[in-house]
Nanobody, 127 residues
Framework: HLQLVESGGGLVQPGESLKLTCVAS????????IGWFRQAPGKEREWVSC?????????????VKGRFAISWDSAEKTTAEKTAFLQMNNLKPEDTGVYFC???????????????WGQGTQVTVSS
């Protein structure tokens, strides 16, 4: 049973940056990849990025490619938790939404393939 907790959202102006954090805890953490999704009001959930369990595969949605970067915490000191980051640069108003991290056995763009989800963190980009 996995638990995921996101943090790092906030209100920023266009062009600014935010770094989201996803902390995963539970059993068999090393088996899981992490994906980030976002959902704007009135819109469907959109895949943003994913990172494979060893970090050798990193994929991005077209709307964020070149601006966002996903990574694992290379300084992790415990096997009880695993932390993934989503560095978001040059943010745009259309990046506004609730950002969710989710765990899956692979790096997939489909939300249906993810087994566990966090509660989400709000990102608002506005001048």
């Amino acid at each position: 049973h996995l638990q995921l907790v996101e943090s790092g959202g906030g209100l920023v102006q266009p062009g600014e940056s935010l770094k989201l954090t996803c902390v995963a805890s539970g059993s068999s953490l090393d088996d899981y990849a992490i994906g980030w999704f976002r959902q704007a009001p009135g819109k469907e959930r959109e895949w943003v990025s994913c990172i494979s369990r060893f970090g050798n595969t990193k994929n991005y949605g077209g709307a964020v490619k070149g601006r966002f970067a996903i990574s694992w915490d290379s300084a992790e000191k415990t096997t009880a938790e695993k932390t993934a980051f989503l560095q978001m640069n040059n943010l745009k108003p259309e990046d506004t939404g609730v950002y969710f991290c989710a765990a899956s056995l692979g790096c997939y763009p489909s939300a249906a393939l993810y087994d566990a989800w966090g509660q989400g963190t709000q990102v608002t980009v506005s001048s």
